[in-house]
């Protein structure tokens, strides 16, 4: 087992992303590759879950595009993701939002957490 934790230590590239969970509405900007060029796109969408550890850590995003769910996994320690912001914070009770999937419309919504002022 500490050979395992010594390989993800390695492969580790340590990025700062923002801190963020389930439910909240994130914007990733990604680079794609067409040929010889390069651009970056961003996916818009709310995390239904966060999952593994280390260096396998993946994070999910779903969008609405043009009335499709579209979901896309993001790795955490992945190259070509170049920004990740967090728009929204989202309350909600379950790490794992798959019920979503099955929601349309104003059902979909996820409610935003209020921020506590100390």
């Keep these: 087992m500490e050979a395992i934790n010594y390989v993800h230590e390695q492969l580790n590239t340590k990025q700062e992303w923002p801190d963020f969970r389930s439910g909240d509405n994130v914007v990733?900007?990604?680079k794609i590759r067409e040929g010889a060029k390069e651009r970056i796109q961003q996916f818009r969408g709310d995390v239904i879950q966060i999952k593994g550890e280390g260096a396998t850590k993946t994070f999910t995003v779903r969008k609405m595009s043009s009335g499709i769910g579209v979901?896309?996994?993001?790795?955490?320690?992945?190259?070509n993701v170049d920004d990740?912001?967090?728009l929204k914070r989202g309350k909600v009770r379950r790490s794992r939002l798959f019920y979503l999937r099955a929601l349309t419309g104003k059902k979909a919504r996820i409610k935003e957490?209020?921020?506590?002022?100390n």
Excluded at 71 to 79: A, D, H, L, W
Excluded at 113 to 117: F, G, I, N, T, V
């Design 84 to 86: 990740i912001k967090v």
């Design 28 to 30: 990733v900007s990604y």
């Design 113 to 117: 957490r209020q921020r506590r002022s």
């Design 71 to 79: 979901e896309r996994i993001f790795p955490y320690s992945c190259p």
